[in-house]
């Protein structure tokens, strides 16, 4: 089955860097794009990068500059390398993928705090 397992979020302060992973199970992670969301406490779950199977990225303005999303296809694995971190990048940070318009995958998030 599809398994999608995010590590590397943290506490760190503002202006540092924090580079997040998911890694990839169960499907031919090569064909298909990633993504990664975030949901801060009390807002809606919202796009933050994503990568193509080709590799064209995408990324919300909010963190444009900011964020790198990458992808390693020999690893399974996505990664969002996180720079100038800010109080509002404060969230919980999922992966995502969508194999066909039925099937959506996320996976259980990781916890990011910028705070001093």
């Known amino acids: 089955q599809v398994q999608l397992v995010e590590s590397g979020g943290g506490l760190v302060q503002p202006g540092g860097s924090l580079r997040l992973s998911c890694a990839a199970s169960?499907?031919?992670?090569?064909?298909?794009?990633m993504g990664w969301y975030r949901q801060a406490p009390g807002k809606e779950r919202e796009l933050v990068a994503t990568?193509?199977?080709?590799?064209?990225?995408y990324y919300a303005d909010s963190v444009k500059g900011r964020f790198t999303i990458s992808r390693v296809n020999a690893k399974n694995t996505v990664y969002l390398q996180m720079n100038s971190l800010k109080p509002a990048d404060t969230a919980v940070y999922y992966c995502?993928?969508?194999?066909?318009?039925?099937?959506?995958?996320w996976g259980q998030g990781t916890q990011v705090t910028v705070s001093s």
């Open positions: 995502n993928t969508r194999l066909n318009s039925r099937d959506n995958y």
């Open positions: 169960g499907f031919t992670f090569r064909n298909f794009g």
């Open positions: 990568i193509s199977s080709g590799g064209t990225t």
